[in-house]
């Protein structure tokens, strides 16, 4: 396909949730930062995604997709009744947005999400697009059910034209097998960068844990070290984020783990935060504690463009930019005491 560039390349986003998780803020900057491009942005369901990527100056409908379909936890996904009916709403979905990305008639269909990836890559196929899936998730038996994992690696190495991970790891989680003509790039989270670095500051008073409440993002494993590091003291932690998909009782245990541990009233649960910058400027330390091999997290490189400093998880995407003692601290995954020794070591 010739692209024209005098008038801008014009590009088709395509998500399956309004709500503003790590993939959908990074494709804000990318809008937000990319003047020559006319971005349209076809979200699955309405939320606060919709104002905020208006306000980052791109088109935006709603094209809805059934909530059996588009809320489906990863977990939930394999045979049955209700598994089946959520295929049909999204067969029939494809069809909608082929339908719609041809009478938008954009050079390329950017996908945001995994699900978007999935029916985005085949409506953009059957629509005769080119299409750049932008995958944050890790196509592995760690993060999938084992069942889906053979399907979804095949759905990435055939249907797009192009193939974007956060990390050098998440792109081979993807498999091997792919069709010629492929293209594959890394391209970690976008962060801005803030107009002055923080200084390092002499004591540690505060530490801080940023990104969605979520088992896997490992909060729990932070409040265990920050128990043992800092057993008593002026010592605080800060807790920022909120369950988003389905996570509401792992939020109400974090709360009942730090009551448990003895630590409730140093420990302030502040919901979620569109400041991060912000919150950056407030904490001594920031923790990244994902028990799993995280695909990129971008609060730590957040914290890194900060000068904040940052200790985080020894898997997945953050060990790829962080070398311990010199721009950063790494701790074994889902291990409070490791991460208790980091927390020391940095105070």
């Known amino acids: 396909m010739q692209l024209n560039y005098d008038r801008g390349l014009r590009v088709v986003y395509l998500g399956h949730t309004a709500r503003l998780s790590g993939a959908e803020i990074g494709t804000l900057r990318l809008i937000e930062a990319a003047e020559r491009v006319q971005a349209m942005v076809l979200l699955a369901e309405d939320g606060p ?21 588009r809320g489906a936890h990863r977990a939930e996904v394999g045979p049955g009744l209700s598994q089946a009916a959520a295929a049909v ?3 029939s979905y494809v069809n909608v947005l082929r339908r719609r990305i041809r009478e938008l008639r ?6 945001i999400s995994l699900k978007a990836a999935i029916y985005g890559s085949a409506a953009a196929r059957l629509a005769g697009t080119p299409c750049v899936c932008h995958v944050q998730d890790r196509v592995a038996p760690d993060y999938l059910p084992k069942r889906v994992v053979g399907p979804v690696r095949l759905i990435l190495g055939t249907l797009p034209s192009a193939l974007v991970m956060p990390s050098k790891s998440t792109l081979q989680a993807a498999g091997r097998h792919r069709r010629r003509g492929l293209r594959t ?8 960068l803030p107009a002055e670095v923080h200084a390092v500051r002499d004591e540690v008073r505060l530490i801080g844990i940023i990104g969605r409440l979520a088992p896997w993002k490992g909060q729990h494993v932070c409040l265990g070290a920050f128990a043992q590091a800092f057993p008593e003291g002026r010592v605080r932690a800060r807790v920022i984020g ?6 509401d009782d792992y ?5 009942a783990r730090a009551e448990r541990l003895g630590i409730s009233e140093r420990v302030d649960f502040v919901g979620f935060s569109n400041d991060v910058p912000g919150e950056l400027e407030r904490i001594d330390v920031i923790v990244h504690a994902s028990v799993l091999a995280d695909p990129m997290p971008g609060v730590v490189l957040e914290g890194i463009a900060a000068g904040v400093p940052v200790i985080c998880a020894d898997a997945g995407g953050a060990g790829e930019h962080i070398e311990d003692g010199r721009n950063g601290l790494l701790h074994t995954p889902g291990d409070p005491s490791s991460l208790a020794t980091a927390l020391r070591r940095a105070a």
């Open 49 to 69: 995604l919709v104002g905020a990527m208006r306000d980052a100056g791109a088109t935006v409908e709603v094209v809805p997709l059934a909530e059996r379909a």
């Open 89 to 91: 709403d999204v067969v």
């Open 106 to 111: 954009p050079d390329v269909v950017h996908t």
């Open 185 to 192: 790039a890394v391209i970690p989270m976008p962060v801005t």
């Open 242 to 247: 909120a369950a988003l998909f389905g996570e």
């Open 251 to 255: 939020a109400r245990d974090l709360h």
